[in-house]
């Protein structure tokens, strides 16, 4: 088992969000997360990459059979979990191949690797830019800082294809994109998919599962899973919307 | 009990009058009244202290408890910089100029003329030589009657750096000025630089201010700097001296029409700084850029005040400071910016940002524009608090360890300062320098040729950024 969470409680600033979530994601499987605003489909993202603030205060997320309730965000990034933010942030200053090559080398030293030549690196560089379309100028800018939604977002896509993490959870990626950006950034996905690494997209339309296709859908509402299925369900989801299931659950 | 400051005070007024020969023997006759004048002011006034508002968060008294002795002829013979310092910024051709302990240091070339005509060495010298152009400017620009340093520079300094570059004269390679420090013993120095720019010239200038031990020294410099009609300045500061040491440091520009200066301090290392910047943009079309970097910790002080005076229409002033401060350290930025009334279509903008990385660290900033133009454009605005935690998560969520993410972050935050030193190897240097500060592996012995015992290691900011 890739990732098992177990009666996942999380609370930010004393207010429960996460209230007895689980679920499970084996090595090789697409799960989708989706729900209506406000129901904590950003909080399970942020608490699984371990963001201060995001109190677990009760239950566990198993990574690999280890619980990652303690570990800083770091390492957590470094035993191979990785998330892509919704709002990607912007860092002034720092060029998104000088963050990366920082990353990379952290995370390979971690795993008690070699650095990567600077050779290596720039052909890693220019591999993954082509995965996601990046013109090559947007790997000198500063990270995030003056990008188009697009650009950020496809960003995301760009490290997550450098970082080769095992377990990716994808907030909310697909906010704000034209189809063109979408298909970009969900061809990057699949490009990535493997059979030893799984994928948590966490989206509150549809509209992305027609060009990433999840094995399970699960429904977040309230800070629980409520419903599960297959892709089947992403597409009644779509055409009932969110309030039958508010219905069922009052 | 009189306080030290009192004592001290009323031993440079009893030295004044004991050395007044000394001190004035080379003076044109200009000097020696605005000298005399300058230290009635002083008699009367004496040192600023924290009741004056401009002095009000930089607290003088530990730097006289020390004690300090007074040079009134050169304290060395015929030697040469090298022996003392040598600037470690390869790849950087300049020529050099250099003061030990406040005095010219080439005592036998104390004055050159360069092929493209440009005049620099000492001030003293340039008296005698150039008489015209000293008495043209030698206490013009500068005030004597608002500030006791300014005062007690005006009657004591007796050497410094004469530059003077002729009308329509490009100078090419850099100008580096070395002002160094070093004596077994405590010095209190008044150091005087003069430079004027003749019309639609142009000139780089680095002026590094250096200790090469770890003795206690307080200097009060002046420069006065005149750029004519179209004279165009670059102007670098590099500061790192020990913790022991106090330097107030006054630059006086008049710029004329459509003059520009861009002026950028960088100060890695000091127990107290005081840089001030007065410009008055005294012709239309003129331009004043005046940026600041500083990294302080400890107790170090760090005082950074900028006067722009917008006597013309048309002109331009931008302030940037950006400072990290790091465990008791303070650091106070006064920005006032004057339009004057028939200064219209200024641009006058400033900003001072800091970020604190202790609870105990701490930053003042005061912005005041006084404008009576009506058509003007002026703005400013004054951060301080700690890095951003939406970065560091971010940074860190991709593997990044909490030290090396608040390193990038530091290192980008002083990096929009940088950006702005347009000498490509001094760039560069001044970006390792800032890295090895940061990392805690930068002190002042880093440039000295002496190679004495040296203070032990200063460990600063114990952050490892071997892997990036």
């Known amino acids: 088992m890739l990732l098992k969470i177990e009666d996942l409680h999380v609370a930010i600033n004393g207010k429960e969000i996460i209230r007895g979530l689980n679920l499970e994601v084996q090595a090789g499987e697409t799960h989708a997360v989706m729900g209506p605003n406000g129901t904590g489909k950003s909080t399970l993202a942020l608490a699984i990459a371990g963001k201060e603030g995001y109190e677990v205060t009760k239950g566990r997320i198993l990574y690999k059979g280890k619980d990652m309730v303690d570990m800083p965000p770091e390492e957590r990034a470094r035993e191979g979990v990785f998330l892509g933010f919704q709002y990607p942030v912007e860092i002034p200053g720092v060029s998104v191949t000088n963050f990366m090559r920082t990353a990379l080398n952290e995370i390979r030293e971690y795993r008690k ?4 030549t600077a050779s290596e690196f720039l052909a890693r560089l220019e591999e993954k830019k082509e995965l996601v379309e990046i013109h090559s100028k947007l790997t000198n800018r500063s990270v995030n800082e003056g990008f188009s939604g697009g650009e950020k977002k496809r960003n995301e896509i760009f490290q997550m294809a450098m970082l080769e993490p095992t377990l990716s959870v994808l907030d909310e990626t697909d906010s704000g994109l034209d189809i063109d950006a979408l298909k970009v950034v969900a061809n990057g996905v699949n490009a990535l998919k493997r059979d030893d690494n799984a994928f948590v997209v966490i989206t509150h339309y549809q509209r992305l599962l027609d060009y990433i296709i999840p094995d399970f859908v699960h429904v977040l509402f309230d800070g629980r899973i409520v419903l599960s299925g297959g892709k089947e369900l992403a597409v009644e989801l779509e055409n009932k919307g969110y309030d039958w299931i508010r219905k069922e659950q009052a | 009990m009189m306080n030290k400051s009192t004592i001290l005070k009323d031993r440079l007024e009893h030295l004044f009058v004991e050395n007044r020969q000394k001190i004035t023997q080379h003076d044109l006759p200009s000097v020696t009244r605005r000298r005399d004048k300058a230290m009635k002011f002083f008699a009367e006034k004496g040192f600023p202290h924290k009741k004056l508002e401009s002095w009000r968060n930089t607290d003088l008294e530990p730097a006289f408890e020390r004690e300090y002795a007074t040079l009134f002829e050169p304290g060395h013979g015929d030697i040469s910089i090298d022996n003392v310092f040598k600037c470690n910024i390869h790849e950087l051709e300049t020529d050099q100029i250099s003061l030990l302990n406040g005095w010219y240091i080439d005592r036998k070339h104390p004055l050159r003329e360069y092929g493209n ?6 001030l003293a010298e340039a008296m005698k030589k150039y008489p015209d152009i000293v008495e043209a400017h030698y206490g013009r620009h500068a005030s004597t009657d608002k500030d ?8 004591m ?3 410094g750096f004469f530059i003077y570059v002729p009308d329509n004269t490009h100078v090419d390679k850099p100008l580096q000025m070395v002002s160094i420090i070093n004596r077994d013993k405590g010095l209190f120095i008044q150091t005087r630089n003069l430079v004027v720019l003749g019309k639609n010239s142009s ?4 002026h590094c201010d250096d200790s090469t031990n770890q003795e206690a020294m307080f200097k009060n410099s002046v420069t006065e700097i005149f750029a004519d009609e179209g004279a165009k300045l670059e102007h670098y500061k590099l500061q790192n001296l020990n913790n022991q040491s106090t330097l107030i440091n006054t630059t006086w520009f008049r710029q004329m029409k459509g003059s520009s200066m861009k002026s950028t301090a ?3 290392n000091g127990g107290l700084i005081r840089n001030y910047t007065h410009s008055i943009l005294d012709g239309a079309g003129a331009s004043a850029e005046v940026f600041g970097l500083y990294l302080m910790d400890r107790t170090q002080h760090v005082d950074n005040q900028v006067f722009i005076d917008h006597a013309s229409p048309d002109c331009y002033s931008n302030e940037l400071f950006k400072g990290i401060l790091d ?14 009334k028939d200064a219209q279509k200024t641009n006058a903008f400033q900003n001072s940002r800091n970020i604190l990385m202790t609870d105990t660290a701490k930053s003042h900033a005061m912005p005041f524009l006084e404008i009576y133009a009506d058509d003007v454009k002026c703005s400013h605005g004054a951060t301080a608090g700690q890095l951003d935690p939406e970065a560091m998560f971010y940074l860190r969520s991709r593997g990044i360890c909490e030290a090396n993410a608040r390193l990038l972050l530091l290192y980008a935050f002083a990096g929009e300062i940088v950006r702005e030193i347009g000498i490509e190897a001094l760039r560069t240097r001044v970006n390792d320098m800032i890295r090895m500060r940061l990392k805690g592996e930068l002190h002042i012995c880093e440039t000295c040729a002496l190679h004495c015992e040296g203070p032990n ?6 952050i490892d950024m071997s892997k990036i």
């Open chain 1, 113 to 116: 690797l070699p650095p990567l």
């Open chain 2, 117 to 122: 005509g440009m005049i620099a060495g000492s």
């Open chain 2, 148 to 155: 006791g340093f300014h005062a007690l520079n005006m009657a």
């Open chain 2, 157 to 159: 300094a007796q050497d």
């Open chain 2, 203 to 206: 000139l780089t200038m680095v």
């Open chain 2, 266 to 268: 960088i100060t890695l």
């Open chain 2, 327 to 340: 465990e008791e350290a303070s650091a106070v930025f006064n920005g006032h910016i004057l339009v004057r």
């Open chain 2, 457 to 462: 290691k200063d460990i600063l900011f114990e």
